[in-house]
């Protein structure tokens, strides 16, 4: 038997969550309970899982996987076409084969599927060089990020406790940033706030988010191209990763007409992070400071996502910081027009399109996930 790669299997499963535990998580090599579940569901089942566009193993002679590659499918719509696009992700690879080129061979492979678009949203360095050499681009608007910040001594304690070198200092500073904060807003009231919405803003529901992206998609080239069913299955999806919050989704309404709506994490504290706002781009100013009034009576310190065509200059607009967004954006596709609509941001392509929202690296899965609803 020589080595080979092809679509995952059920039977697979169970050496795949063994790997990913090995490389991604904690290092053993025994999966929690719940990790294998979550392995069967979201690569395996519809609506997630497409057979013509699978999930890829490596498979060593001696019948061992040596790697792994997850696929995600997402019905989209080009210039009214519609077109499939595979979501590449969760790449990973025995140490001891990756002298072999192991992820890279897997990249080939799947690249050369049957999707029309091929994305990854959490690419690194050296996937980059790959994906490039194979033919791929570089999303780069989508490798930027933006933040709004709303109390900027708790912000600062909140992104130094992410890291090692300052979080015991950060700890410590913890009840002094809330006198500060309200010092802060008191001298700087007007530029700090966020405005108050003139209307109001109700639960997105799969209808409402069908709907939008039908009428949203008038004004860009290449949109998702969602049922009511597949939405209810994504927001579950979505809201089920507690690790990163508690999912808040809402639909924006002014004088009885929608403008848009927007999905975001809300963390216990700290920075609230952005999954997608959409809307036509008259209406994006609006929907934006519904999200920021909504995520500051909250109480996020801040709000941070990724930059996409639509939000440039609403964003630049509302006092929102630019950086480095820490994640890569790869996109391919045979139709060189794709592509120029992605890099010219004529696209609505969202973190809730990609894969940096899901659990694998984060949940515990100590038993079987359990589902959180959607915040109201």
Request: overall charge positive.
């Amino acid at each position: 038997m020589a080595r080979s790669i092809r679509p995952l299997e059920l039977g697979d499963v169970e050496q795949v969550a063994s790997l990913y535990e090995h490389v991604a998580r904690s290092g053993s090599r025994t999966p929690p309970p719940g990790l294998v579940d979550y392995f069967v569901r979201m690569f395996l089942e519809p609506p997630n899982a497409d057979l013509e566009i699978p999930s890829l193993v490596f498979v060593e002679p001696n019948g061992k996987v040596a790697g792994f590659m997850g696929s995600s499918v997402r019905p989209m719509r080009f210039e009214g076409e519609q077109i499939r696009a595979g979501i590449c992700g969760q790449l990973v690879t025995e140490p001891r084969a990756r002298r072999q080129a192991v992820g890279a061979f897997l990249i080939r492979e799947y690249l050369l599927g049957r999707q029309e678009l091929t994305i990854t949203d959490t690419a690194s360095e050296t996937v980059r060089r790959i994906w490039e050499g194979l033919g791929g681009e570089t999303s780069q608007l989508a490798c930027i990020g933006w933040v709004r910040v709303f109390r900027p001594f708790t912000f600062a304690g909140d992104y130094f406790e992410r890291g090692e070198r300052f979080a015991k200092l950060a700890r410590r500073a913890r009840p002094l940033v809330g006198p500060l904060d309200r010092l802060a807003v008191r001298v700087r009231r007007a530029g700090m706030l966020p405005v108050s919405p003139d209307g109001p803003a109700d639960p997105l529901t799969p209808q409402g988010l069908t709907a939008l992206m039908s009428s949203v998609g008038e004004s860009v080239g290449l949109r998702p191209d969602y049922d009511e069913e597949f939405v209810a299955w994504l927001l579950d999806e979505v809201a089920a990763v507690q690790t990163r919050g508690q999912l808040v989704a809402r639909i924006v309404r002014r004088n009885g007409v929608v403008r848009g709506s927007y999905v975001y994490y809300l963390p216990t504290r700290g920075i609230a992070q952005v999954l997608q706002v959409a809307a036509r781009e008259r209406d994006v100013g609006d929907v934006l400071d519904d999200l920021f009034y909504d995520a500051w009576t909250r109480g996020a310190s801040a709000v941070q996502g990724r930059v996409e065509g639509h939000l440039r200059e609403p964003l630049s607009k509302r006092r929102c910081l630019f950086h480095a967004s820490g994640y890569l954006a790869l996109i391919h596709a045979s139709n060189p027009e794709i592509l120029n609509a992605i890099q010219a941001g004529k696209a609505l392509l969202t973190r809730l399109e990609g894969e940096w929202w899901m659990g694998h690296h984060l949940e515990p899965f100590t038993t079987r996930e359990a589902r959180r609803p959607v915040a109201r």
